[in-house]
């Protein structure tokens, strides 16, 4: 089976995702709003699509600032519809913009996003899913594995015998934490 440890390294645009951010743990609420994002607007298409317009999300959505995506109204919708440097799905946009205001919900009971994410953790991949239907838009058993993965809640972004695997093992991700807890315990 092939995996995007073997297909990514040295592509042109799936490299630096790959080496630099996927399975990184990450606490800036911009960055972790952006993956959410575009983990929901490559659902049903390929993961290339979404980083060859990433720039044009950035700009598109205000640099993922939460509270200036939050106060999106109706013309910005029709803006963004209009918008070819992003992919123009209207479910996929509404879903940003109410998630957006689900974040700023949830810094009122847990201060950040991060702790949020830190306070429910660990749980299952279905416990969490559970959760984020819950609380989000369009976030799906997929898009929700694979954001947790991505931002290192979920083991399996990168295979142990690839080098990155490495660098994000003395970041002590949360599921290598848990993963240490639980062996610790046991």
Same mark, same amino acid.
């Given at each position: 089976?092939?995996?995007?440890?073997? +297909?990514? !390294?040295?592509? %042109?645009?799936?490299?630096?995702?790959?080496?630099?951010?996927?399975?990184? !743990?990450?606490?800036?609420? $911009?960055?972790?709003?952006?993956?959410?994002?575009?983990?929901?607007?490559?659902? /049903?298409?390929?993961?290339?699509?979404?980083?060859?317009?990433? !720039? /044009?999300?950035?700009?598109?959505?205000?640099?993922?600032? +939460?509270?200036?995506?939050?106060?999106?109204?109706?013309?910005?919708?029709?803006?963004?519809?209009?918008?070819? $440097?992003?992919?123009?799905?209207?479910? &996929?946009?509404?879903?940003?913009?109410? =998630?957006? &205001?689900?974040?700023?919900?949830?810094?009122?009971?847990?201060? $950040?996003?991060?702790?949020?994410?830190?306070?429910?953790? %660990?749980?299952?991949? =279905?416990?969490?899913?559970?959760?984020?239907?819950?609380?989000?838009?369009?976030?799906?058993?997929?898009?929700? /594995?694979?954001?947790?993965?991505?931002?290192?809640?979920?083991?399996?972004?990168?295979?142990? =015998?690839? !080098?990155?695997?490495?660098?994000?093992?003395?970041? &002590?991700?949360?599921?290598? &934490?848990?993963?240490?807890?639980?062996?610790?315990?046991?």
């Amino acid at each position: 089976m092939t995996t995007y440890c073997d +297909v990514a !390294p040295d592509h %042109p645009v799936h490299g630096p995702y790959h080496d630099k951010e996927y399975g990184f !743990p990450i606490k800036d609420e $911009s960055v972790l709003f952006e993956r959410l994002t575009l983990e929901i607007f490559q659902a /049903g298409l390929s993961w290339l699509i979404v980083l060859k317009k990433r !720039p /044009g999300f950035k700009i598109a959505f205000e640099n993922f600032d +939460v509270d200036q995506v939050a106060d999106f109204d109706d013309h910005d919708i029709a803006r963004l519809r209009e918008d070819s $440097s992003i992919i123009r799905n209207r479910l &996929k946009i509404e879903a940003t913009i109410y =998630n957006a &205001k689900a974040i700023q919900e949830i810094r009122r009971s847990h201060d $950040s996003f991060a702790s949020w994410l830190a306070d429910h953790h %660990p749980l299952t991949k =279905n416990e969490w899913c559970k959760l984020f239907k819950k609380t989000f838009k369009f976030t799906g058993g997929e898009i929700v /594995g694979e954001f947790l993965m991505s931002i290192g809640y979920l083991q399996g972004a990168h295979q142990e =015998n690839c !080098p990155i695997f490495k660098k994000i093992a003395a970041k &002590k991700p949360a599921w290598m &934490k848990a993963q240490a807890k639980t062996t610790k315990a046991a």
